[in-house]
């Protein structure tokens, strides 16, 4: 339909991909060669570029990066498989988590929120920045599952670059120091300096 009202040629295509894509053409993938992407909202969704073109893999749904295992006895994820990056790492991530620990934290503001409506990853994030101690705990365990899936992925791609798009790259700066102590213990030498 879209073809017959515009006379252009239409694809469909994953929404991860495509934000990829956008970053290849007019955003910060544009200046490098290799490098991958994470879209962090209600999974981990994602893509690679490797030498300047998108990798598809056999039939178009490569890089499946948030199927990648994290805890091979872990929590179940609806693909079938336990333990996957997305269920310890994206937004709903956060937001279960930050629920499971209202029980911890019952004089927490995340808790007080949590009474009254559902929790949000915005919320986690804002309280983070005002020395929560559940929203800080959530925040240093997303982070750290955050370091552990993009440490696996750097050792596979050897990128020049990661991009971190979603919602969660809003508040980038709270994660970037967990995430980095991950890289530095589990990147390899050659990779993690780089």
């Given at each position: 339909?879209?073809?017959?009202?515009t006379g252009?040629k239409?694809?469909i295509e994953n929404?991860?991909?495509?934000?990829?894509?956008?970053?290849l053409?007019?955003?910060?993938?544009?200046?490098?060669?290799?490098?991958?992407?994470?879209?962090?909202?209600?999974g981990?969704?994602g893509?690679?570029?490797?030498?300047?073109?998108?990798?598809?893999?056999?039939?178009g749904?490569?890089a499946?990066f948030?199927?990648i295992?994290?805890?091979?006895?872990?929590?179940?994820?609806g693909?079938?498989s336990?333990?996957?990056?997305?269920?310890y790492?994206s937004?709903?991530?956060?937001?279960?988590?930050?629920?499971?620990?209202?029980?911890?934290?019952?004089?927490?503001?995340?808790?007080?929120?949590?009474?009254?409506q559902?929790?949000?990853?915005?919320v986690?994030?804002?309280e983070?920045?005002?020395?929560?101690?559940?929203a800080?705990?959530?925040?240093?365990t997303?982070?750290?599952?955050?370091?552990?899936?993009?440490?696996?992925?750097?050792?596979?791609?050897?990128?020049?670059?990661?991009?971190?798009?979603?919602?969660?790259?809003?508040?980038?700066?709270?994660?970037l120091?967990?995430?980095?102590?991950?890289?530095?213990?589990?990147?390899?030498?050659?990779?993690?300096?780089?």
């Amino acid at each position: 339909e879209v073809e017959k009202l515009t006379g252009k040629k239409t694809f469909i295509e994953n929404d991860a991909t495509v934000a990829v894509l956008g970053e290849l053409w007019m955003g910060r993938g544009s200046k490098y060669r290799n490098w991958f992407m994470l879209t962090l909202g209600t999974g981990i969704g994602g893509g690679a570029i490797v030498e300047g073109q998108l990798l598809r893999g056999r039939n178009g749904v490569a890089a499946e990066f948030g199927h990648i295992p994290v805890d091979h006895r872990g929590k179940p994820c609806g693909c079938g498989s336990t333990g996957c990056f997305e269920q310890y790492a994206s937004a709903t991530a956060l937001i279960a988590l930050a629920t499971e620990l209202t029980a911890k934290y019952p004089s927490s503001k995340v808790t007080a929120y949590a009474k009254s409506q559902p929790l949000n990853a915005k919320v986690v994030c804002e309280e983070y920045k005002n020395g929560d101690a559940l929203a800080k705990e959530a925040v240093d365990t997303v982070a750290y599952y955050l370091g552990v899936g993009i440490s696996a992925l750097a050792n596979v791609f050897n990128p020049e670059a990661v991009i971190i798009g979603g919602g969660i790259s809003r508040s980038l700066d709270i994660f970037l120091p967990g995430i980095r102590k991950e890289i530095d213990r589990r990147a390899v030498r050659g990779i993690r300096e780089k």
